[in-house]
């Protein structure tokens, strides 16, 4: 792990999305709750959350964190809403902590573990659901400062 205790703590803050796209018919069952498994976006949204927290038990050499801050939203996007055409959910997931190191993994974790899980819970009726876009959209704080994804 690269050594982190001269730097100094500060708040830094990191934003991450994802998007798993899904046939027309999947969104519905999603959107009207009637998945089989049961409430999809909660617990698509607590299981990101949940991965967040232990993102350094899944990427070698992550440094763990105190997370201050870790939430995960989720949003249906229906026919004619992307440009591409696509339909699906799209994930948006925002950390903070006060540290020494930055909270991009803990970030992209939890977007990439949303998804896992809509993908996991409606499986049954649609295999071909496709995750993509996991990337990372802000962070601040640290020496490095603020950078933001640019289109």
Same mark, same amino acid.
């Given at each position: 792990?690269?050594?982190?205790?001269?730097? /100094?703590?500060?708040? %830094?803050?990191?934003?991450?999305? =994802?998007?798993?796209?899904?046939?027309?018919?999947?969104?519905? &069952?999603?959107?009207?709750?009637?998945?089989?498994?049961?409430? *999809?976006?909660?617990?698509? $949204?607590?299981?990101?959350? #949940?991965?967040?927290?232990?993102?350094?038990?899944?990427?070698?050499?992550?440094?763990?964190?105190?997370?201050? $801050?870790?939430?995960?939203?989720?949003?249906?996007?229906?026919?004619?809403? %992307?440009?591409?055409?696509?339909? =699906?959910?799209?994930?948006?997931?925002? &950390? =903070?902590?006060?540290?020494?190191?930055?909270?991009?993994?803990?970030?992209?974790?939890?977007?990439?573990?949303?998804?896992?899980? *809509?993908? /996991?819970?409606?499986?049954?009726?649609?295999?071909? #659901?496709?995750?993509?876009?996991?990337? &990372? &959209?802000?962070?601040?704080?640290?020496?490095?400062?603020?950078?933001? %994804?640019?289109?």
């Amino acid at each position: 792990m690269v050594d982190v205790g001269a730097k /100094d703590d500060t708040q %830094r803050k990191a934003t991450a999305e =994802g998007f798993i796209s899904m046939a027309p018919s999947t969104l519905a &069952l999603i959107v009207e709750g009637r998945a089989a498994k049961g409430d *999809v976006l909660a617990a698509a $949204r607590i299981a990101g959350i #949940m991965a967040s927290k232990q993102t350094s038990a899944l990427i070698p050499l992550c440094h763990p964190l105190n997370i201050t $801050r870790s939430s995960v939203e989720l949003t249906p996007v229906h026919e004619g809403e %992307r440009a591409d055409g696509r339909v =699906g959910i799209h994930v948006e997931a925002i &950390l =903070g902590v006060t540290g020494k190191t930055g909270i991009e993994m803990e970030a992209l974790t939890a977007a990439a573990v949303a998804c896992l899980t *809509v993908y /996991d819970m409606c499986k049954a009726v649609d295999r071909g #659901m496709e995750i993509g876009e996991v990337r &990372l &959209l802000h962070k601040s704080g640290g020496k490095s400062g603020t950078w933001e %994804r640019t289109e």
